[in-house]
C-alpha cells in the first residue's frame, strides 16, 4: 500500500505517471512500478524497483517503456519484504495488471483456493490474490473488466483501493474503493486515477471522489461510476493546486489552517488501516505480528507535543491493552540507568523524526535489550524512521506552523489504533474491537464539529487580554490534554500557562487562585467527571474564574464565576483528541489579540536538532 497513479490519453503517459509518483513520495515507500499498456496488439510492459521513484525513473528510461493507458505505484510493504517481485504493479495471465493500496485481511484462504485451481503465486503479497481472481472470473472474455472487479471485491475482507488495466481491454481503467481513498481527474479527452489528487496537479484541477464501496470504469472520453450494483453520479469538484504546502490557502496564518485540516488529516490517517470492523495490524510492516505477539510492555520516548501525546497513550494501553507502560521525556532518558522489563517494545514519536533527543534516545535504547523499536512519525525519510525497527506514519502532510497541531492529533490516532492491536493478544474480543473500530470511525465527524466553536472561542479569548498567568486543569487522561493546551498558549501567546491534574489544587496550586487568574478546565462526561466537578468548586468558592470546555450531555451550566463551551459528546476513547481542539483554538484566538508571531513564535524551531 502507498501510493497509486493510473492514466488513459491520446498522449502517451509515462511521463505523467512518474511524476504522479514523485509528487507522492512525502507518504514513504520502499519500491515503485509502472504497467502500461501499448501496441496495435495491447501489449503490457511493467517495470518495478527497490528503492526511490528516481530509481524507477532511470530503468523506465532505460526499457523505453511507453504507452497511452498505464498504472503506476509507490508500496510500502506490508505483505512480503521490499522486493521487486512484490512492488506493483501485479499481472495474471499477462494480460490483467493492478495496483492496490490497503490490506486484504482474508487473502490467505483465497490463496490457497486459487492455488487449488492452478494459479502459480510469484510474490508474497495480498494483491496478487485480487488479480488473479479477476483474471480467474475473466477467463474466456465472457465477463467485462468492470463485472470481473465487481464480482471480486464482494470477496475481499478489509480495506482496498484498486486500480486495474486489462491488455485485452485496452481502452479503459477500473478502479474500486473502500477503506483506501481513491479519486477520479477530470481531463478534455483524457482522464487519470490517484490516490491523492496532489499526484495529478500537473494535469488536471478537476476531480471526482470516489465514495465508500464505489466501483468506476474510465476511459477517454467518459466516467462512470456504480454504488451497490446501481450507476450514480458524483460530483466534479475544482480543487486549487496543491504542490504548493506553503500556501495558507485563505487563512491568516498556518497554524489556523492546520487546525482545520485535522478533520481531513486524521481520515487520511486512518485510512487502509482499519476496516469497518478492525485495525488491519499489517499496517504496521510485514515485522509486526511478530513483535507484538512479543509485548509485555511499552516505552514510549518523545519530546514537547508529541510528549503529551504518548502520555495519553498511556492511559490507553493500560485500560484497553491492559499492558503496562512508561513514557519519558526523551531529553533525560538517556541520561538515566534504565531498567528494562522483559518483552519490552521501545516507541519513539516525534513529527519531523529529526528531533536529536528522541534520535539520541533511540540510539541509547538500540544499546538495551528492547524487543524492537517503532516509529510514529510524520515524516517517511526521516532519520527516525530509517533507524528504527518499523514505523507508522501520520498522514498529516506538512506541518509549518511551530506549534504542532495536527501532528498531535494523528499521533494519537495512531497511538490508539497501536493499542488497540496490542489489545489483541491480551483479550480484547473481535466484538469488543469492531465497537471500537466502529467509535474511531466517528472521529473525524467529531472534530469537525469541535472546530464550529471557534466563534465562541474567539469571543470568549477576550477576557485573556490583560492576563499574564493561567492554569489548566483535567482528570486521568485528559491532564496530558490540558498540558497540551498549556504548552500551547505559552508557545503563540507568551502568557505563563500550567497544567495540572485537577485532584492536585489542593496541595499548592490553589494558593494562586485569585480573579486575575484564568482557570481552564476539560470535562468530558466520564468516571472523573463527579470528582472534577468537586475540584472546580474549589477554584469558585476562592474567587476563582473558570472556563469549562464540557461534553454537552453534562448540562454543565454556566454561572458568574464560570464560563462553559461544550463540545459534542463523544465515546471516552476520543475524549482526547475532540477536547484538544478548543484548547488549540483558545491559544490562537488569545495570540491574535496579543498580537504574537502565531507561527513562528519567538525563540522557537519546528524542528530541534540540536540537544
Given at each position: 500500500m502507498c501510493g497509486i497513479v493510473g492514466a488513459i490519453a491520446e498522449r502517451e503517459v509515462t511521463g505523467i505517471l512518474l511524476e504522479g509518483l514523485k509528487r507522492l513520495e512525502y507518504r514513504g515507500y520502499d519500491s515503485a512500478g509502472v504497467a502500461l499498456i501499448s501496441g496495435a496488439k495491447g501489449k503490457t510492459h511493467i517495470v518495478k524497483t527497490v528503492g526511490k521513484v528516481k530509481k524507477l525513473v532511470g530503468a523506465a528510461r532505460k526499457s523505453?517503456?511507453?504507452?497511452?493507458?498505464?498504472?503506476?505505484?509507490?508500496?510500502?510493504?506490508?505483505?512480503?519484504?521490499?522486493?521487486?517481485?512484490?512492488?506493483?504493479?501485479?499481472?495474471?495471465?499477462?494480460?490483467?495488471?493492478?495496483?492496490?493500496?490497503?490490506?486484504?485481511?482474508?487473502?490467505?484462504?483465497?490463496?490457497?483456493?486459487?492455488?487449488?485451481?492452478?494459479?502459480?503465486?510469484?510474490?508474497?503479497?495480498?494483491?496478487?490474490?485480487?488479480?488473479?481472481?479477476?483474471?480467474?472470473?475473466?477467463?474466456?472474455g465472457k465477463v467485462s473488466l468492470l463485472l470481473a472487479v465487481q464480482r471480486t471485491i464482494r470477496k475481499l475482507h478489509g480495506a482496498y483501493g484498486l486500480?486495474?488495466?486489462?491488455?485485452?481491454?485496452?481502452?479503459?481503467?477500473?478502479?474500486?474503493?473502500?477503506?483506501?481513498?481513491?479519486?477520479?481527474?477530470?481531463?478534455?479527452?483524457?482522464?487519470?486515477?490517484?490516490?491523492?489528487?496532489?499526484?495529478?496537479?500537473?494535469?488536471?484541477?478537476?476531480?471526482?471522489?470516489?465514495?465508500?464501496?464505489?466501483?468506476?470504469?474510465?476511459?477517454?472520453?467518459?466516467?462512470?461510476?456504480?454504488?451497490g450494483g446501481k450507476k450514480v453520479r458524483r460530483p466534479v469538484t475544482t480543487v486549487q493546486n496543491k504542490t504548493k504546502a506553503a500556501e495558507k490557502g485563505g487563512y491568516k496564518h498556518f497554524m489556523l489552517k492546520e487546525?482545520?485540516?485535522?478533520?481531513?488529516?486524521?481520515?487520511?490517517?486512518?485510512?487502509?488501516?482499519?476496516?469497518?470492523?478492525?485495525?488491519?495490524?499489517?499496517?504496521?510492516?510485514?515485522?509486526?505480528?511478530?513483535?507484538?505477539?512479543?509485548?509485555?510492555?511499552?516505552?514510549?520516548?518523545?519530546?514537547?507535543?508529541?510528549?503529551?501525546?504518548?502520555?495519553?497513550?498511556?492511559?490507553?494501553?493500560?485500560?484497553?491493552?491492559?499492558?503496562?507502560?512508561?513514557?519519558?521525556?526523551?531529553?533525560?532518558?538517556?541520561?538515566?540507568?534504565?531498567?528494562?522489563?522483559?518483552?519490552?517494545?521501545?516507541?519513539?514519536?516525534?513529527?519531523?523524526?529529526?528531533?536529536?533527543?528522541?534520535?539520541?534516545?533511540?540510539?541509547?535504547?538500540?544499546?538495551?535489550?528492547?524487543?524492537?523499536?517503532?516509529?510514529?512519525?510524520?515524516?517517511?525519510?526521516?532519520?527516525?524512521?530509517?533507524?528504527?525497527?518499523?514505523?507508522?506514519?501520520?498522514?498529516?502532510?506538512?506541518?509549518?506552523?511551530?506549534?504542532?497541531?495536527?501532528?498531535?492529533?494523528?499521533?494519537?490516532s495512531l497511538l490508539l489504533i497501536l493499542s488497540i492491536v496490542l489489545a489483541r493478544r491480551t483479550g480484547l474480543q473481535p466484538k469488543q474491537e469492531a465497537k471500537l473500530v466502529k467509535e474511531l470511525a466517528k472521529l473525524p465527524a467529531l472534530v469537525e464539529k469541535a472546530l464550529k466553536l471557534s466563534k465562541e472561542i474567539k469571543k470568549l479569548s477576550k477576557q485573556f487580554s490583560n492576563k499574564q498567568h493561567s492554569l489548566f486543569l483535567g482528570r486521568g487522561i485528559q491532564y496530558p490534554v490540558a498540558k497540551e493546551g498549556a504548552l500551547k498558549l505559552k508557545e503563540i501567546s507568551y502568557i505563563h500557562a500550567e497544567a495540572y491534574p485537577a485532584g492536585e489544587l489542593k496541595h499548592g496550586p490553589l494558593a494562586l487562585v485569585d480573579s486575575a487568574m484564568p482557570v481552564i478546565a476539560v470535562a468530558p462526561n466520564n468516571d472523573l467527571l463527579g470528582k472534577l466537578k468537586a475540584n472546580l468548586a474549589e477554584v469558585s468558592a476562592r474567587g476563582g474564574k473558570l472556563y469549562v470546555f464540557a461534553d454537552e450531555s453534562i448540562q454543565y451550566k454556566s454561572d458568574r464565576s464560570c464560563e462553559v463551551i461544550n463540545l459534542p459528546n463523544c465515546p471516552d476513547i476520543l475524549d482526547p483528541i475532540v477536547f484538544t481542539i478548543p484548547l488549540q483554538l483558545l491559544a490562537y484566538h488569545v495570540a491574535i489579540i496579543k498580537g504574537t508571531d502565531i507561527d513562528h513564535p519567538r525563540n522557537l524551531a519546528k524542528s530541534v536538532t540540536v540537544e
Open positions: 523505453n517503456i511507453r504507452g497511452k493507458l498505464g498504472i503506476a505505484h509507490t508500496r510500502w510493504a506490508t505483505h512480503g519484504r521490499p522486493t521487486v517481485a512484490n512492488a506493483h504493479p501485479h499481472n495474471s495471465g499477462d494480460e490483467i495488471s493492478i495496483v492496490h493500496n490497503g490490506i486484504i485481511e482474508n487473502y490467505e484462504v483465497l490463496r490457497e483456493k486459487l492455488s487449488a485451481q492452478g494459479y502459480v503465486f510469484k510474490t508474497e503479497t495480498d494483491t496478487e490474490t485480487i488479480v488473479h481472481l479477476i483474471h480467474q472470473s475473466r477467463k474466456g486500480c486495474v488495466i486489462d491488455s485485452t481491454q485496452p481502452d479503459q481503467i477500473i478502479v474500486a474503493r473502500s477503506g483506501s481513498p481513491l479519486v477520479i481527474g477530470v481531463g478534455i479527452g483524457e482522464n487519470f486515477v490517484a490516490s491523492d489528487p496532489l499526484a495529478l496537479g500537473q494535469v488536471t484541477d478537476r476531480f471526482i471522489y470516489l465514495e465508500e464501496g464505489d466501483t468506476a470504469k474510465v476511459t477517454l472520453n467518459s466516467i462512470e461510476v456504480w454504488h487546525i482545520h485540516e485535522q478533520p481531513q488529516v486524521i481520515q487520511d490517517t486512518l485510512d487502509g488501516r482499519v476496516s469497518s470492523t478492525r485495525v488491519l495490524e499489517e499496517a504496521f510492516g510485514i515485522k509486526a505480528g511478530a513483535i507484538f505477539d512479543r509485548v509485555k510492555n511499552v516505552q514510549i520516548v518523545a519530546c514537547g507535543t508529541s510528549f503529551h501525546a504518548g502520555q495519553v497513550a498511556k492511559y490507553w494501553l493500560e485500560s484497553i491493552a491492559k499492558i503496562s507502560c512508561q513514557v519519558d521525556i526523551a531529553s533525560d532518558y538517556r541520561y538515566r540507568d534504565i531498567i528494562v522489563q522483559p518483552g519490552t517494545l521501545f516507541v519513539a514519536v516525534s513529527q519531523s523524526g529529526e528531533t536529536a533527543d528522541t534520535l539520541a534516545a533511540l540510539r541509547y535504547a538500540k544499546k538495551k535489550t528492547y524487543i524492537a523499536s517503532l516509529a510514529i512519525c510524520n515524516v517517511a525519510t526521516s532519520s527516525l524512521v530509517r533507524e528504527t525497527d518499523f514505523c507508522l506514519l501520520t498522514m498529516a502532510g506538512q506541518e509549518i506552523g511551530v506549534a504542532s497541531t495536527k501532528a498531535f492529533t494523528t499521533q494519537l
